[in-house]
C-alpha cells in the first residue's frame, strides 16, 4: 500500500504542481486497488495535504477523477503513438496489442477511463460543464487507431469505406477482449482470437 506523506508547502507559483500532486495521489489510491479510497479526504491524506487545500485546483471528486482519465488517456496516447512500423497493417497490430498491454497493466487506471470505477455520464449530470472536457476524452487515442486504419486503406490492406466507424468497431471489441478476459479468466479464449477480432473489424485483407 503507498504510504501518506507530510507535504511541504508549495512556493508562491506552484499551484500548478500542487494539482500534479493530487492527481498522482488519486492515481496511487487507484495503482493500491483501493478505489474506495477515492475520495477528497483519502486523496487529501495520500498528497499529504489538508482536504480544504484541494478546491482551489479541484471543486469536487469528479473534477479531480477526470483529470486522472485525461492523464491516463494521455500515457496510453503517447505508448500507441510511439510505435512506428513502416508497415501500416502491422502497425495496426501493435497498437492493438499495446492498447490490450495497457488495459491489463493499469487496470486501476483503466476502470476510471471507461466507468467501472467513475461514471463520466453521471458526473456530466451533476456538473453540465464538464461537457466539452469529455466530449473529447480519449479522442487522442482513438485518432491513433483511425488514422492507422486509413494508412491501411491508403496501402490497398484494407476494404473499409469508413475509417472512422470502423476504427471505432475495432475498439469496441478490444474493449470488450479486455474487459472479458478479466471477468470470464476460466473460458476457453480460442487462439489468435485478438487477431481475428482485429482482422474483421479493420476488414484487413
Known amino acids: ?4 506523506r507530510m ?8 499551484g500548478a504542481q500542487l494539482r500534479d500532486e493530487i492527481v498522482d495521489a488519486a492515481m496511487a489510491l487507484l495503482e493500491d486497488g483501493t478505489p474506495q479510497n477515492v475520495t477528497l479526504r483519502g486523496i487529501a491524506r495520500q498528497a499529504g495535504i489538508s482536504a480544504p487545500s484541494i478546491y482551489p485546483h479541484f471543486p469536487d471528486l469528479d473534477s479531480i477523477l477526470l483529470a486522472v482519465a485525461q492523464r491516463a488517456f494521455d ?13 501500416p497493417v502491422e502497425r495496426l497490430r501493435a497498437i ?7 488495459a491489463e497493466r493499469r487496470p486501476h487506471q483503466y476502470r476510471v477511463m471507461f466507468g467501472a470505477v467513475w461514471d463520466a455520464g ?13 466530449a473529447v476524452l480519449g479522442m487522442g487515442a482513438f485518432e491513433v487507431f483511425r488514422r492507422t486504419l486509413a494508412d491501411c486503406v491508403a496501402a490497398g490492406r484494407s476494404t473499409s469505406t469508413d475509417p472512422f466507424g470502423d476504427a471505432t468497431a475495432l475498439w469496441v471489441g478490444l474493449h470488450g477482449f479486455a474487459q472479458l478476459q478479466v471477468a470470464a479468466p476460466l473460458f476457453p479464449w480460442p487462439p489468435g482470437l485478438r487477431d481475428s477480432i482485429i482482422d474483421r473489424m479493420a ?3
Do not use: H, S, V
Open 1 to 4: 500500500m503507498t504510504t501518506p
Open 7 to 14: 507535504r511541504a508547502r508549495n512556493k508562491r507559483g506552484e
Open 75 to 87: 500515457i496510453l496516447e503517447q505508448e500507441l503513438g510511439a510505435l512506428d512500423d513502416a508497415d
Open 96 to 102: 492493438c496489442a499495446a492498447y490490450l498491454t495497457f
Open 122 to 134: 453521471q458526473a456530466l449530470e451533476r456538473a453540465p460543464a464538464m461537457a466539452d472536457e469529455l
Open 203 to 205: 476488414l484487413l485483407r
